[in-house]
């Protein structure tokens, strides 16, 4: 059998099954802040507590949600592709469902809840509590240096070469929950498409997302609509 590399991108749809709100289909705000105010360094810098309280709600909700179906089967997926291709599956989400529901090659381009950032000399820290400017960076030692370890509006994501060259040797690209409208990530289909491999795309949204490079619009929700993409990869949940 030919080895077929694959890359998965998700965004927050994939999480909204689990009850996380996603960013664009609440109007505009994310939990009834302004984004410009939560998620820009500017924001942090105009009001760091505002900031931490807002993302110590995030963290803290992670406690009341649960992995759904469409988690898991991404984690099923990448153990049946195991002597298959290479897999990789790259995330916009900051929330931690992919990991507890056992996905292993993962890579978070947005930053992590769980982690924290030191300001100052750059080093980032798991955190699973609150979070605030009293804490000390644990490798600097400096105070009130600390802010989540979100990739804001304005800031470079995470990985880009690494997903860079995923992505000019996948044959198998699947964009799921995701509106297709921030940059980088918004572009990553398009790359997929241009790698002279005839990669074929797929997504996985229950609403259209406009983005017109997809091979196999599959318009469902992600639960069900990750059981489609299996069969149609021909493997077993
Ligand atoms: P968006 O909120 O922009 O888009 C969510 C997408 O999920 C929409 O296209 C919905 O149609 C789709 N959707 C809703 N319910 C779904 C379901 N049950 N199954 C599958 N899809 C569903 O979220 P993202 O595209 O992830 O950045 O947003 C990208 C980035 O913008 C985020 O990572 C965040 C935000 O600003 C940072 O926090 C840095």
Redesign the pocket.
Known sequence: MTRKNIVILT????S??SGIS????TGGLWENHR?EDV?TPEGFEADPHLVHRFYNARRAQLHEVAPNAAHFALAALERAWEGRGDFLLVT???DDLHERAGSRRLLHM?GELRRLRCTMCEETHPHAQDAGLELACPACGRAGTMRPD????GEIPYHMDEIGAALGEADIFCA????G??YP?AGFAAEAVHNRRGCELFE????P?GVEVYDHVIAA??TH?MAELLRLLGVED
């Open positions: 965004g927050a749809g994939i909204a099954e996603t960013f664009r289909d984004l998620a916009q989400n900051v947005h979100i990739v804001w509006f799921i929950g995701t509106s409208l921030v990530a996985i949204n229950p609403n997302t929700p992600a609509g």
